[in-house]
């Protein structure tokens, strides 16, 4: 039992592409063996109204809150409302940027995203990252012919992470949950030009992620059959039939790292490079 793995919720908010709290956050996630992170990632927020839904997200799954916000009012407000919910946060841009002020003297521009060249990709990159967010859990189903990968599976097999990692690579990313009796959308059997890529992981691994997931704030929600083994054996055997079914490659990310299952995913399509 001293190897069993928990859960928590990993909270990451950027005013640009996240690449740098993504990198920040598993290097420190890494750090603590016996505790694996349930990555969110909000990248482009940039005023209250595209916060306030991220803090509603935090309220409802509390955990360790990571930012890099260059404007100094909205880090405050950032910095109170977690105050306010009790949870842990930290700027990782202010302590950094407080000791090259010291050293070089001068103020910083605070100008956000300013590590990236405003050329070709990315530009392309800041397109995916929009597209991933607005084609997440199945929404826009009838733009999924303009994306590059969609990744199917069902629930806690990391597909909004990998979508999000990959569109950081300027991969364009939709993500669609198999539920079972429940049709896909058409959008997504009619579409020729996505690679489709089914993920799963054993029903222990899924089991224990769904176990630690915060759902007690969503009214009449019946928590055992969600985590119930033998459910999520179904679910899983139902999953390997749909993608059989339709010739869509399949990985298991029980043993990988969002960044293994995503250098898998563009293995399977070489042009994605």
């Not at 090259?100 to 070709?120: D, E, I, K, P, W």
């Not at 859990?137 to 012919?145: A, K, R, S």
């Not at 690579?169 to 020729?192: C, F, H, M, W």
């Not at 899924?206 to 915060?214: A, D, H, L, T």
Request: with cysteine.
């Amino acid at each position: 039992m001293e190897n069993r793995k928990t859960f928590f919720h990993l909270h990451l908010i950027s005013d640009s592409t996240g690449e740098t709290l993504i990198s920040a956050g598993r290097a420190a996630s890494a750090q603590f063996r016996s505790a694996m992170p349930i990555e969110h990632v909000y990248p482009l927020i940039r005023n209250r109204q595209q916060l306030s839904p991220v803090l509603e997200a935090i309220d409802e799954k509390p955990g360790i809150v990571l930012y890099t916000i260059v404007d100094q009012t909205l880090a405050a407000y950032v910095d109170e409302r977690c105050r306010e919910l009790g949870v842990p946060c930290v700027n990782l841009l202010e302590p950094v940027l407080a000791v090259f002020q010291t050293y070089l003297g001068s103020r910083s521009r605070r100008r956000v995203g300013a590590q990236h060249a405003l050329n070709a990709d990315y530009f392309r990159r800041i397109e995916a990252l929009n597209f991933a967010m607005d084609h997440d859990d199945g929404q826009m189903p009838e733009d999924y012919d303009e994306a590059d990968v969609v990744l199917v599976g069902i629930s806690r097999t990391s597909k909004t992470p990998t979508s999000i990692y990959l569109a950081n690579r300027g991969i364009k990313v939709a993500n669609v949950p198999i539920v079972p009796d429940t049709p896909l959308p058409e959008g997504l059997l009619t579409a020729t030009r996505p690679l489709v890529v089914g993920l799963i992981a054993t029903t222990d691994r899924i089991s224990q992620v769904r176990e630690n997931r915060e759902l007690g704030t969503v009214p009449g929600f019946d928590r055992s059959p969600y985590t119930d083994r033998a459910n999520i054996n179904e679910e899983l055997k139902y999953a390997r039939a749909l993608c059989a079914r339709h010739q869509w490659p399949i990985i298991d990310v029980t043993r990988r790292s969002i960044e293994e299952t995503a250098a898998a995913i563009v293995a399977l399509r070489p042009k994605l490079r």
